[in-house]
Structure formats: structure tokens, C-alpha cells
């Protein structure tokens, strides 16, 4: 069974690599079938929000949040080794760009992303039934189990499965549909399968036993009805990352890698050997792995660009207060709208043109608008400010689509060799990861050498060692949306030092920064990692 972080052994979260509810995106993991020994996140967040409804009710309450932490949950169940999440075993890399940059709502690639690619897989399969069976049906309803119905609502799981019941493909609803869902709860809307038209509301998801024997935390079942008669269902699981799998889930095969790497210096190696460019390298993986032709690649790493370059620039213009008890009122417009202003100076734009990118799709995704992991939902703002800072320098698409290539060589390697969850490692494997992938992304659209690449990607990684985890009230808001924006422009300034630096005078190496990066999370406070019981999450007073 892989073990991303063999050096941790043991696992707090019942999730794939990061499962949490707010950010957790960085795939299955399999080392999760052990129970979560405390409350994470999505748990807490839960619990906040009653308790923040109870303070609105009662007055303000000056009690920190802490004091309105519930007592550790009870562990939840093992997950079942049938799934595919659990059996998924070590050896050279088999990620694929499709697994890792993945496109849907925030803020929770579990109870958000997940279910809507479930939901949207179901209208999928109902729409190829025979029409005799479709002229039957009259209704379509979701139920949801464990994790997912107990705090799904905060989290707007309700609102991602009906989109993706209506039709709308993940990577593509358009975020003014999505806020119209939640703004009109009542309110009816049309699907048409086959021959049959019929009425969807918010009611047709519904939330159900929170316990119970299920084979994942996040369970879910869809059903297409005649009346009380069942005319197709389908059993799904929300394992972690925004991946799923059903009933009978068999992984897709995979081709095996040409040049099979699990370490940076094997990667070296094969550069030196075939003298062959690195983004060549991991197209030809790509291809060999995922049986996908170069155009279908390039094709996959536009549309990722475009939602990203898309998230910031709505981010750029929306101005309002995030979702949630924090109350969080947004940056990334003002921050842009000031930079017309603004006599910081050519570094100071700079800087705060990147943190007003990073701040932009940060916030996206805490509006539970559309989303690309990269590596987790919590630290999405980072790819997206460089990409767009990119365009702004006129990098062609390219030598963007080898700076995707690039960032997510490293992402992989940090999910191989340690952890991309805040669960797991707090958020030096979040937002540090999401750093290191831009600063190895710009050097390589920038054409910098492959030692540069690395050690910008080393560089940022380093500057992000021990960096907890601790969302106040469980959302992913307060510190993730700023960190994002320091991620990006920690990028930029890794990829700055790598670039002038003399690569060879560099005195520690990615691979080395990667196992630290597993050290200090096998070390790590359970406080720190995605728990809120610690540090910002325990020191913020919300009123
Ligand atoms: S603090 Fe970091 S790891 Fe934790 S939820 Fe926020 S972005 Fe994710």
C-alpha cells in the first residue's frame, strides 16, 4: 500500500491526502484507513457554526473559539479495503496531470468537488438508459451519508450535487449558477433525460444517517425513481482530493512511465542520460501512463489555464464578505483597484499585483466557485497568481503548458515522497507545496535549466518548513487565503534567487527539502494539522 509519508506511519485523516473539508485536495491516500484520532476541520467547523448561530442569538460572545471546540469526535469508521483509494500500491510515480489538476467548487475537494463529479457522473449514466425506462421516471434524489450530511450544508455539498444532477459539468458551471442555487433554495429547476423532463430542487438532496456502516465517511447514493420504484442506483464515495469511486469501481489501467521516476535525482538522471528537456520527459510519462496524445494533453492544460486565468479575474472584481461565521470580507478587488493609485513603487506593484492574483482565486474558493487543485483547494490561489502573472509578461501558451508540466512534477514528488495534506503535514504541504510547484512552474515557462527549476521549487519548499495548519473555524479562509497569496509571491521570489544564484553553489537539493518536509510532519503537533486546536484557530475571537 503507498504510504506518501513514510516516514509518518500513521495517519489522522480519513481522508485521501488532504480530505478535509476545506482544502484537502491532494488526492487518495491510501495510509487513510485509520481512523482520524482527533476532530479535524470539517468536524470543528461544524460545531462553530452552531455555536457562532448561538452567539448571533445570544448576544456577542467574547469566548475564543477554543472554548467552542467540541470534544474530539468519535473516530470514524475504517475504510473499506475494497476501495480502490485503499489498494493502491508504491512505486514510480503513476500520477496524471487529469488526477492532480483537478477542476470543481470550493472549498472542499471532498464535500464539495467530490460530490459534484459524483452527481454529474450519475446524469451521465441515466442519460445513456433506454428511453422505455427514462419515459418512467419521475423524480432524481441524492442521498448523503457520514461526513458528508454532517457537515455537508456548511460546506454547500447541497448545492454542488444538484448542479451536477442539472447537468453542469464540474470544471465549467458557471459561478453565478452555482450562487443562485444557494440563493434560492425553493426554487425548482429542469433537467431533461431522454424523452423526460423533470423537476429538480435542493429537496432531492438529501442529508441522511450521519452514522452508520458505511464503506467511506463520504458516502453518497443517486437514484433515478418511477414513483417509489428504483429505476437505477448507483453507490459513490467521495475519497478524498475531489476523487471518487462507485460500487465496483476498477481504476482505469495506466501505462507504465518511459522514464519511471520516484525522487528528483532520478529525474536528473534521465535528463543527463537521454539528454532529453525536462517538460519532454513528462510529456512522454504522461502520454506512456495516462494513454492520452500530446494535443489531448495540451488541450487538458489550456482548459486548466483558462479556469484559473477565469477565477482570478472574477476574483479581481468581486467584492463581499465569504461565506461563513468569520465574517471575512474580501481583498483581491481592492487590492487591484489600488494599484492605479498606488506609489509603492515598481517592487511594491509588483508584489501586490501577485498577492491581489493570489488573493482573487483564494477567494473564489472560499464563494465555493470553480476551482483547479493544484495541489490541494485550500492552497488553489497559488498556480492560478502565477499563470496570470505569467500571461502578463506575454509568456506563450507553450511554455505555460511546460511551467504546468514542471509544477506538477513537484507536486507529485511532494505527494510521493511526504504529503500534500494539512491533515497529514500541516500547511507546508499545502501552501509550501502549491509555492514550490509555482516556483519550478515560472522557471520553466521562463526557460530556465532544470537545476534552476529544481532549486527555485527547493527554495520556496525550504522557506515554508513547518508551517501549521490552523483555519479558524474550520474554514478555509483565515490564514489560507493570504497564505495563498504569499505562496505566489514566494514563488516569484524563489525563482528569482534560483535564477541568479549560482545553481551549482546551492547546498541542499530538492529530494532533501521533501524528506524534511516529511520529517517535520511526522513531528508536528496534532494541534497543527487541520485540527483547529491550535495556533490562529484557537488565538482568533469570533463574535
Ligand atoms: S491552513 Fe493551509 S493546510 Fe490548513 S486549511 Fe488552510 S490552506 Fe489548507
Redesign the pocket.
Known amino acids: 500500500m503507498e504510504n506518501p509519508l513514510k516516514v509518518i506511519g500513521t495517519s489522522s485523516t480519513t481522508c485521501g491526502g488532504?480530505h478535509?473539508a476545506?482544502?484537502?485536495t491532494c488526492g487518495p491516500s491510501p495510509h487513510t484507513s485509520k481512523a482520524p484520532v482527533a476532530f479535524n476541520?470539517r468536524e470543528f467547523g461544524y460545531t462553530v457554526l452552531a455555536a457562532s448561530a448561538s452567539a448571533l442569538l445570544s448576544g456577542c460572545s467574547q469566548q475564543k473559539s477554543v472554548e467552542q471546540a467540541p470534544q474530539p469526535a468519535p473516530a470514524a469508521p475504517a475504510l473499506s479495503p475494497e476501495l480502490a483509494v485503499v489498494q493502491t500500491s508504491k512505486g514510480p510515480i503513476m500520477t496524471t496531470l487529469e488526477e492532480f489538476y483537478k477542476m470543481g467548487p470550493g472549498p472542499s475537494s471532498s464535500h464539495t468537488m467530490g460530490p459534484m463529479r459524483i452527481t454529474y457522473d450519475f446524469f451521465q449514466r441515466v442519460s445513456k438508459l433506454p428511453e422505455d425506462q427514462l419515459q418512467q421516471a419521475t423524480s432524481l434524489k441524492v442521498h448523503l451519508f457520514g461526513s458528508l450530511s454532517a457537515t455537508g450544508k456548511g460546506h454547500g455539498t447541497d448545492r454542488a450535487s444538484l448542479a451536477g444532477l442539472l447537468g453542469k459539468a464540474p470544471a465549467t458551471c458557471p459561478p453565478q449558477f452555482l450562487d443562485e442555487l444557494a440563493a434560492n433554495p425553493d426554487q425548482a429547476y429542469k433537467v431533461t433525460l431522454g424523452p423526460k423532463t423533470l423537476d429538480l430542487t435542493l429537496k432531492d438532496i438529501i442529508f441522511d444517517a450521519t452514522k452508520g456502516e458505511f464503506p467511506h465517511p463520504n458516502t453518497m447514493t443517486a437514484k433515478l425513481l418511477a414513483g417509489d420504484q428504483t429505476i437505477y442506483e448507483l453507490e459513490y464515495y467521495s475519497v478524498g482530493g475531489g476523487f471518487i469511486e462507485w460500487k465496483g469501481y476498477k481504476p482505469p489501467d495506466k501505462g507504465q512511465p518511459k522514464y519511471p521516476f520516484d525522487h528528483a535525482r532520478d529525474l536528473k538522471k534521465f535528463l543527463i542520460d537521454d539528454k532529453i528537456p525536462l517538460p519532454q520527459l513528462l510529456l512522454q510519462n504522461e502520454m506512456a501512463i495516462s494513454g492520452r496524445s500530446e494535443k489531448e494533453i495540451w488541450e487538458f492544460l489550456d482548459q486548466v489555464a483558462e479556469v484559473m486565468v477565469r477565477g482570478v479575474d472574477t476574483g479581481l472584481t468581486v467584492e463581499s464578505v465569504l461565506p461563513g461565521p468569520i465574517k471575512l470580507h474580501s481583498k483581491a478587488a481592492a487590492l487591484q483597484h489600488n494599484l492605479k493609485t498606488s506609489s509603492k513603487g515598481e517592487a511594491g506593484r509588483a508584489v501586490t499585483r501577485v498577492a491581489s492574483y493570489g488573493f482573487a482565486m483564494g477567494e473564489e474558493n472560499a464563494r465555493g466557485h470553480i476551482i483547479v487543485t493544484a495541489p490541494?483547494?485550500?492552497?488553489a490561489g497559488i498556480i492560478p497568481a502565477v499563470v496570470k502573472s505569467l500571461r502578463d509578461l506575454n509568456t506563450p501558451t507553450q511554455k505555460i503548458r511546460d511551467g504546468f508540466l514542471a509544477a506538477a512534477a513537484i507536486g507529485y514528488l511532494c505527494k510521493h515522497n511526504a504529503t500534500l495534506?494539512?491533515a497529514e503535514g500541516?500547511?507546508q504541504?499545502?501552501?509550501g507545496v502549491g509555492s514550490s510547484m509555482g516556483a519550478a512552474m515560472i522557471a520553466q515557462a521562463l526557460s530556465a535549466n532544470p537545476k534552476v527549476v529544481s532549486n527555485a521549487a527547493e527554495s520556496a519548499l525550504e522557506s515554508h518548513l513547518g508551517?501549521?495548519?490552523?483555519?479558524v473555524a474550520g474554514y478555509?479562509q483565515v490564514?489560507?487565503i493570504e497564505?495563498?497569496a504569499y505562496g505566489a509571491v514566494k514563488a516569484w521570489t524563489a525563482y528569482s534567487i534560483a535564477s541568479e544564484e549560482i545553481p551549482e553553489q546551492r547546498r541542499v537539493d530538492l529530494d532533501t527539502t521533501i524528506d524534511a518536509m516529511a520529517l517535520t510532519a511526522k513531528e508536528m503537533n496534532s494541534k497543527y494539522k487541520?485540527t483547529s486546536e491550535g495556533g490562529l484557530a484557537v488565538s482568533v475571537v469570533l463574535c
Open positions: 488532504c478535509s476545506g482544502c484537502g476541520r490541494t483547494a485550500g492552497s495534506s494539512g500541516g500547511c504541504a499545502e501552501v508551517m501549521t495548519c490552523d483555519p478555509v490564514p489560507c497564505r495563498c487541520e
